[in-house]
């Protein structure tokens, strides 16, 4: 059987952590952050990543199959 092929796209927007879980970044932080578009405290809050939920791991995983460890 050939080996699965990593989804690039996929890869480039999730890392792996150390325990296992997926990290992503925040939606909305790409364009019209200031000029009162977003206020400052939603700046900061966009700034840090997130962790994907458990109802979407096992599609990400499937996505990215070679960044867990024992794969």
């Known amino acids: 059987m050939p080996k699965m092929k990593?989804?690039?796209?996929?890869?480039?927007?999730?890392?792996v952590t150390g325990k296992g879980r997926i990290r992503r970044a925040a939606a909305g932080k790409q364009h019209r952050m200031?000029?009162?578009?977003?206020n400052p405290a939603r700046r900061r809050r966009l700034r840090k990543n997130k962790m994907v939920q458990p109802c979407d791991f096992e599609n990400i995983r499937r996505l990215i199959p070679y960044m867990f460890k024992g794969a």
């Open 6 to 15: 990593t989804k690039r796209a996929a890869a480039k927007r999730f890392k």
């Open 34 to 38: 200031m000029r009162g578009d977003k």
